[in-house]
């Protein structure tokens, strides 16, 4: 009779072990972990302002095996055409970079698929005024003086067009579909856009 007993706490502790390895909500979440970068996006293009963005996601383990904290960062760099006029003597190339990062929870639903909910008051982005860049083709002595009276300007605008990238671009994100993941390459899908990251890898102390 023990011996029988015994078989049986044995054959529900395999089955038990069979169906959380087998679980697909617990095998996303353990195929996300890491930190994945993504292809070069063209967020906007108005021949104007273009701006562009890459994309890391940092996925952290929780506390139970289907949930945990993700990080997204986005690197956003802003491209701005002054048209020549008055006081521009060749059309004005302004650029700039900034970082938003974005910190909230993600939830597997099913085997493809993360809920996520990003909390809006943790975005922060960061832009260096030293870091616009302008490009001027200097005809006159008078060129470059413009050329830097402009640059103030030029920061506050590029910072402003970076900090509505970066809200747009967070706004209603609520999940991460068709993950598939093969070794370090993610395919996805966010918000009906494509998505191909790779995972970083892991530091070595």
Request: proline fraction near 4%; include cysteine.
């Amino acid at each position: 009779m023990m011996n029988k007993f015994a078989i049986a706490l044995c054959s529900m502790a395999w089955g038990a072990v069979m169906l959380t390895s087998c679980n697909p909500k617990e095998r996303l979440a353990e195929e996300v972990q890491g930190c994945w970068t993504g292809n070069p996006e063209t967020l906007q293009d108005t021949g104007a302002m273009t701006a562009s963005l890459v994309r890391v996601f940092q996925f952290t383990k929780g506390t139970t095996p289907t949930e945990g904290t993700v990080t997204m960062t986005a690197v956003i760099t802003v491209e701005n055409t002054m048209q020549s006029n008055d006081s521009i003597i060749t059309p004005l190339q302004i650029s700039a970079s900034g970082t938003a990062t974005i910190t909230g929870v993600y939830q597997a639903k099913d085997d493809d698929e993360l809920i996520v909910r990003l909390d809006n008051t943790s975005l922060s982005v960061s832009v260096d005024p030293d870091g616009v860049q302008l490009n001027y083709d200097v005809l006159t002595g008078d060129s470059a003086p413009m050329a830097d009276r402009l640059k103030p300007g030029a920061a506050v605008l590029a910072t402003q067009q970076i900090n509505r990238a970066a809200q747009h671009l967070f706004s209603n994100f609520t999940e991460i579909e068709d993950i598939h993941i093969n070794g370090d390459v993610m395919h996805c899908e966010v918000k009906d856009v494509d998505l191909v990251m790779t995972r970083s890898p892991q530091a070595t102390d």
